[in-house]
C-alpha cells in the first residue's frame, strides 16, 4: 500500500506541476529535492534540535505584473481521502511548508535563480474521493488553522478541489479558444490601481496567471479575434472576465461597477464567464446582459456587446495531465 | 454598497477598523494565510486580492463600527394561535404589493416564524429633492414562557419601530378572530417604585453564562430633565448593590427618587463566566417613541499584555451572535417586567412622587 500511495503521490505532484505550467509558471529544478535548516534549533521537534534537512516537493517561479517582481514559489502537494483532510493534518502541511519558506531564504539551490522574493508558499491538497469533498467544511478547517507571527511576513495559499477545478476548468476553456483559428491572442490582463509599484501603471497583458487572482473573485484576460462584419473580416478585441461567485443581480452589479472603474470595458466585446451552469442565477444573468446591452445601445459611437458564458466545469482533473 | 472600492479605500479600511487578527481571520477563508507581525504586512499581503460584494459585505460586518452593533426590541403578543397570524401576514402580504410597504414571509417552522417589512423611506437628499432610501426589518417570533410569542426585531431609526407597531395592528385587524394584546415593556406603565425595582432586580439577576462585572453608567429622569450619575456616584450605588442592599436604600439613590427621578437607562459591562469575554449591555428606555431598546455597544476579551497587565482587545460580534445575547437578557427583563406589573400598586402609576 505505501507504494502505491507513494505512486499516487507522486502522480499528484506531476499534475500539480503540469497545472501550474499550463499558466504559464516556471518550474525550477527538478522536483523533490532538499535544502538544508538554517534554523536547526527552532525547527526541531520537541524543543530539540533538527537533525534533517527539509524537503521541498516543487519550485516555481513567475514575474508577478502587479509587484513587478520574479517571484519564487514554493508548493507543497497533499494528496489524501476525504477523511486525511481535516484541521490538524492542514495545520501541519502548513507547518512544514512554512519552515521551508524560512529556511529557503538561505539555501544555495533557491538563492541561485536571483528571485525577487521567496515568501510565498503555495499548498495544493488534492481530497481524491471527490464525491465526498465538501467546500464548506473545508473552510471550516483552515478558518482553525494557527498563524504565526513572524517578524519578517510569510503568505501561504491553500488551495484544494473547489479551486483547482475550476483552474483546470479555465485552462481548458482557454486552451480550446486558443485552438481556433479566428482567436490571435489570449492573455490574462493585469489592471492597474495605485497601491503597486508606480512604474506599472497601465495595463498588463501576461501569458501568466499570478496567485492573486488565482485566489481572487475575478480574473481578467484579453483576446483578439477575427470576425466576419457585412462581409467584411475584422480584428475586434475581447475583455474576457471570470468571475467565482454566486451571481445575483446585487453582484452582478458590483462587478459591472469593478469592470467601469478598471476601465475593462475598452473592447468590442465583453465575455463575462461563470463557472458551471448557474441554474438558479440565469433570470438575474439575462436581466444584467439585457441591462448591460441597452446601455450600450444608447450610446452613440459605442459599438460594444456583453455577453454571457458558462464555462464547463470538470469533476476531475483531466487525465492527461499526469504526463509530466 | 454601489460602488467598487478603491484599493486605497480598502487599505484604508482594513487600517483603521478592523484588527490584524481579524483581517488574517477573514483572509483565512479565502484560502490566504498570512503570518506575519506587523499589521502594515497584513494588509499589504491581504489588499491585492479582488473581492466580490459578499466579500465586502462580511468585511462592512466586521468592521468595528457603531452601526454593527444592533439595536433589539421586542413585543409581546397574548396570542397561542401562530397558525392564524401566519395567515394574517400571508393575507397582508398579497395586498401590500403596489405600495411602499412590502412584508414577506420567510419561513416557518414549529412555534416560530420569520418574516421581512420592507419599506421605502424619503428623507431630503443631496441631488436628488428626494432620496428613496429602502429600509429592511427582519423580525422572528418565537414562542415565549408566557403562553404568547415574543416579536425580536433589530431597527436602527424610530420608523422603523413604529413600522412595526402598526404592522402588529394590521394583523389583529385583518382577522377579526384575532385577538391578542400587543405588550412591551414599557416604564410608563409601571409604577415609580417598580421602575427603580426593573432595574435593581436586572442588575440582581442570574444572568446564564454572563455576570455583571459593572455598571458603567446609570441615568435618570424627570419628565424632560435627564441626569447621569458621576463615576464616584457610581461606585457608591456598586458597592450597594454587590452587598446586597436595596438600591432604594442608597442615601444618593433614595435622594434622587425623593426628587422625583427614575432610572430610564444604564450601560452595563457583562463578563462571561467561564470564558475572557466581555459586553456593554446598554438598556435604553426611549420616550418618542415610548419603547424600551437594548444594545451591545462594546464587546471584546481580555488578554494580558507583555507586562502581564489585562487589557481589552476590541471583537466584534456576528449579527447572530449579537441577537443571541440580546435575546436572554431580553426574556430575563420581560419576565421581571411582568411580575412586577401584576404585583403594581396601580393607584401610583402616573403619579408625582
Known amino acids: 500500500m505505501p507504494e502505491e500511495q507513494n505512486f499516487q503521490g507522486e502522480l499528484w505532484t506531476g499534475q500539480c506541476i503540469t497545472i501550474l505550467n499550463k499558466i504559464g509558471w516556471k518550474q525550477r529544478g527538478t522536483s523533490n529535492f532538499d535544502i538544508p535548516c ?34 519564487g514559489i514554493i508548493i507543497e502537494a497533499k494528496r489524501r481521502k476525504w477523511s486525511g483532510i481535516n484541521t490538524s493534518e492542514i495545520q501541519k502541511w502548513v507547518k512544514q511548508l ?36 465538501d467546500k464548506i467544511k473545508m473552510q471550516k478547517y483552515l478558518t482553525g488553522i494557527e498563524l504565526k507571527n513572524k517578524r519578517s511576513p510569510y503568505k501561504i495559499y491553500v488551495a484544494s478541489n473547489d479551486k483547482i477545478l475550476k483552474w483546470c476548468s479555465l485552462i481548458q476553456f482557454i486552451e480550446k479558444e486558443k485552438q481556433k483559428d479566428s482567436v490571435h491572442e489570449f492573455k490574462f490582463l493585469y489592471p492597474s490601481d495605485y497601491f503597486m509599484d508606480e512604474e506599472s501603471s497601465s495595463l498588463v497583458k501576461n501569458n501568466t496567471l499570478n496567485l492573486i487572482h488565482m485566489f481572487s473573485k475575478y480574473i481578467f484576460a484579453k483576446s483578439t479575434e477575427t470576425v466576419e462584419k457585412f462581409n467584411i473580416s475584422q480584428k475586434i478585441n475581447i475583455t474576457h472576465i471570470f468571475i467565482d461567485e454566486e451571481p445575483n443581480l446585487e453582484e452582478l452589479n458590483f462587478m459591472y461597477e469593478l469592470i467601469k472603474m478598471y476601465q475593462l470595458e475598452d473592447a468590442e466585446k465583453i465575455m463575462i464567464h461563470f463557472y458551471g451552469e448557474k441554474h438558479d442565477y440565469r433570470g438575474y444573468i439575462e436581466d444584467f446582459i439585457r441591462r448591460i446591452n441597452s446601455e450600450y445601445n444608447s450610446l452613440d459611437g459605442v459599438d460594444r456587446e456583453i455577453f454571457s458564458h458558462y464555462i464547463t466545469l470538470l469533476s476531475d482533473i483531466p487525465t492527461n495531465y499526469s504526463e509530466v | 454598497m454601489k460602488r467598487y472600492p478603491k484599493k486605497v479605500d480598502l487599505r484604508k479600511t482594513l487600517d483603521n477598523y478592523i484588527t490584524s487578527e481579524e483581517i488574517k481571520s477573514f483572509y483565512k477563508k479565502k484560502g490566504l494565510l498570512i503570518h506575519s507581525f506587523r499589521k502594515d504586512d497584513v494588509i499589504s499581503m491581504a489588499l491585492p486580492l479582488f473581492l466580490s460584494l459578499n466579500d465586502y459585505n462580511e468585511i462592512k460586518q466586521i468592521m468595528d463600527d457603531e ?122 406603565s409601571l409604577s415609580y417604585k417598580s421602575r427603580i425595582s426593573l432595574f435593581e432586580k436586572f442588575f440582581n439577576s442570574d444572568h446564564n453564562i454572563w455576570e455583571i462585572k459593572e455598571i458603567k453608567k446609570l441615568k435618570v429622569e424627570r419628565d424632560d430633565n435627564q441626569k447621569e450619575f458621576n463615576d464616584k456616584e457610581l461606585e457608591g450605588i456598586k458597592t450597594a448593590l454587590l452587598s446586597g442592599k436595596h438600591l432604594k436604600e442608597n442615601e444618593l439613590v433614595k435622594k434622587t427618587l425623593e426628587d422625583g427621578f427614575y432610572f430610564s437607562r444604564s450601560i452595563i459591562r457583562f463578563d462571561h ?25 462594546n464587546s471584546g476579551q481580555y488578554e494580558k499584555d507583555n507586562n502581564d497587565k489585562v487589557i481589552e482587545k476590541k471583537k466584534m460580534l456576528s449579527p447572530n451572535e449579537q441577537n443571541e445575547i440580546l435575546n436572554l437578557f431580553q426574556s430575563k427583563l420581560y ?15 402616573n403619579v408625582e412622587a
Open chain 1, 38 to 71: 538554517s534554523k536547526k534549533s527552532m525547527h526541531g521537534k520537541n524543543g530539540g534540535k533538527r537533525k534533517n534537512d527539509h524537503g521541498i516537493d516543487i519550485l516555481f517561479n513567475y514575474n508577478d505584473p502587479y509587484y513587478n517582481e520574479n517571484k
Open chain 2, 273 to 297: 463566566k467561564d470564558d475572557a469575554e466581555f459586553i456593554d449591555l446598554k438598556l435604553n428606555f426611549k420616550s418618542r417613541p415610548e419603547m424600551c431598546e437594548m444594545k451591545i455597544t
Open chain 1, 98 to 133: 512554512l519552515k521551508n519558506l524560512e529556511c529557503s531564504e538561505t539555501a544555495d539551490k533557491i538563492q541561485k535563480y536571483g528571485f525577487d522574493s521567496s515568501n510565498t508558499g503555495l499548498l495544493m491538497i488534492w481530497c481524491h474521493e471527490s464525491n465526498k469533498y
Open chain 2, 335 to 349: 419576565q421581571i417586567y411582568v411580575n412586577l406589573k401584576e404585583n403594581d400598586d396601580l393607584t401610583e402609576i
Open chain 2, 67 to 188: 452601526s454593527n452593533y444592533k439595536k433589539s426590541t421586542r413585543l409581546h403578543i397574548s396570542t397561542e394561535n401562530l397558525e392564524q397570524v401566519e395567515s394574517a401576514l400571508k393575507s397582508l402580504s398579497s395586498k401590500q404589493q403596489s405600495s411602499d410597504t412590502k412584508l414577506r414571509l420567510i419561513n416557518r417552522a414549529e412555534e416560530q416564524l420569520n418574516f421581512e417589512l420592507v419599506y421605502v423611506k424619503h428623507k431630503p437628499g443631496k441631488v436628488d429633492l428626494l432620496d428613496r432610501v429602502e429600509r429592511k426589518i427582519n423580525v422572528h417570533v418565537n414562542k415565549n414562557n408566557n403562553g404568547g410569542y415574543n416579536l425580536d426585531f433589530n431597527h436602527s431609526i424610530g420608523t422603523d419601530y413604529t413600522k412595526i407597531k402598526k404592522l402588529v395592528d394590521s394583523i389583529k385587524k385583518e382577522d377579526p378572530d384575532l385577538d391578542f394584546d400587543l405588550t412591551e415593556i414599557l416604564l410608563n
